[in-house]
């Protein structure tokens, strides 16, 4: 089934270690995004990717870096985890950016940061 | 910046009740107005769009009418089920913005009791 793939689906991480969340996609999208889920604040925006090879940053980019070396992958990296990014994490794509092409997501994966 | 705003929940209804979820916006201009749905343990998927106004987006027995007037875009299904049960998000996408992706409200988390 065509779609968006996240892994882990759910990680326990211990606080300063380095975690990288995948996702790859089987659409051809161009575009891929990263949203964070919390309680009580929704969905936010962390990082996107508008084309293979280009990557902006969204509302709450700090502590986490992207890369888009192709149109499939997008992957999330922290580079040391603290208890504050314990939430659950969705990769979604679009046909293209900025068209109102609908999103498509991915199942999620919920990190918990000790 | 353009935003959404729904009702806060969680809704509880009695399966077969009428459902209405509230959702203004604030835009520049008069963007597409979505509803996305979050089923438990799953990714946000599309449930309707509406791409100007007085247009009614339907599916799965939803509706949501663009209301200029009024900057609404409410939720609306007249016989809800058990299955209904889920997050409830209204999204549109911000104008002038880079084509950065839809931005979400918080959600409405609707329980369905038999």
């Known amino acids: 089934i065509a779609g968006i793939t996240q892994a882990p689906t759910s990680q326990i991480l211990a606080a300063g270690r380095r975690m990288t969340l995948r996702c790859t996609q089987d659409?051809?999208?161009?575009?891929m995004y990263w949203y964070r889920q919390d309680l009580g604040l929704g969905l936010r925006l962390i990082h996107y990717?508008?084309?293979?090879?280009?990557?902006g940053k969204g509302e709450v980019p700090d502590g986490y870096s992207v890369s888009r070396a192709n149109t499939d992958d997008f992957p999330l990296t922290l580079a040391s985890a603290v208890p504050s990014q314990t939430s659950v994490y969705f990769c979604a794509s679009s046909d293209k950016a900025g068209d109102n092409s609908p999103l498509h997501f991915g199942n999620g994966t919920r990190l918990t940061v000790t | 910046g353009d935003s959404v705003t729904q009702m806060e929940g969680p809704v509880t209804l009695s399966e077969e009740a009428f459902l209405t979820i509230n959702c203004t916006y604030t835009a520049t201009g008069y963007p597409s107005l979505f509803w996305y749905v979050q089923y438990p343990g799953e990714g946000l998927q599309l449930l309707l769009k509406?791409?100007?106004?007085?247009d009614k987006g339907s599916n799965k027995g939803f509706e949501a009418t663009y209301r200029k007037e009024t900057t609404s875009f409410h939720l609306e299904k007249g016989s809800v089920q058990v299955s209904d049960s889920a997050v409830y998000f209204c999204?549109?996408?911000?104008?002038?913005?880079?084509?950065?992706?839809?931005?979400f409200g918080k959600g409405t988390r609707l329980s369905v009791i038999a």
């Open positions: 999204a549109l996408p911000p104008l002038n913005s880079g084509n950065t992706p839809l931005v």
């Open positions: 990717s508008n084309t293979a090879g280009t990557t």
């Open positions: 659409m051809r999208h161009n575009a």
């Open positions: 509406a791409t100007k106004a007085d």
